[in-house]
């Protein structure tokens, strides 16, 4: 049976607009990304990244039926905020629910996932940086992007860590939010 290689997420992209200025703020904080600018809807928090062992082909149809059923997001971002004893700091949404509620949509498919210990956060990473000095962190807890935007696309991403510890991102499946 085909299955799963690697680390694999779920997410909503960014529109273009909007994941140029996301990544103006990381490239402040000296901040690079394997993925494109994103809100991972599994992989980070919530549900874990995809088990090895199911068919990719069954997963990709589901995540498309999903997708099929759900209207597009609108989307504002909230203030900068960071994980409980972390250094991640992140976009909140002004509205969580229509991504939460796609979220469960994967949560109650024939999707498997594996287990992670963090409650679902619908975040936007900006940086995950312990050497920021205090007005640094500052500055940075008083970002903002305040314009709407539409999150209408979905990716599966795949990502293999090298010998060299650089991570190959892949995207494996991609499909529109196309419901009414």
């Keep these: ?3 799963f290689k690697n680390h694999t997420y779920i997410v909503l992209d960014l529109p273009k607009k909007i994941a140029d200025k996301v990544k103006k703020i990381r490239s402040e904080y000296s901040y690079t ?10 992989g980070s928090s919530g ?13 990709y ?3 498309k039926d999903i997708a099929s059923r759900t209207k597009p997001i609108k989307g504002i971002f ?3 905020s960071s994980f409980p004893s972390t250094d991640v700091f992140f976009f909140t949404l002004q509205d969580e629910s229509s991504i939460r509620d796609f979220q469960e949509e994967l949560v109650k498919s024939n999707i498997k996932f594996l287990e992670n210990p963090f409650p679902y956060k619908p975040h936007c990473t ?7 000095a205090n007005i640094e962190t500052q500055e940075l807890l008083s970002k903002e992007i305040s314009e ?3 999150l209408d696309t979905v990716s599966v991403y795949s990502l293999e860590r090298k010998p060299n510890d650089n991570i190959d991102v ?11």
């Design 61 to 63: 149809t589901t995540v």
């Design 78 to 80: 909230g203030e900068v």
């Design 47 to 59: 549900i874990g990244v995809l088990q090895y062992e199911q068919n990719p082909s069954n997963v």
């Design 33 to 42: 990304m394997s993925f494109p600018v994103e809100i991972t809807v599994a």
């Design 148 to 150: 709407e935007f539409i």
């Design 126 to 132: 900006l940086c995950n940086n312990s050497s920021l």
């Design 1 to 3: 049976m085909e299955s």
């Design 170 to 180: 892949s995207l494996l499946e991609r499909v529109n939010l196309s419901g009414k």
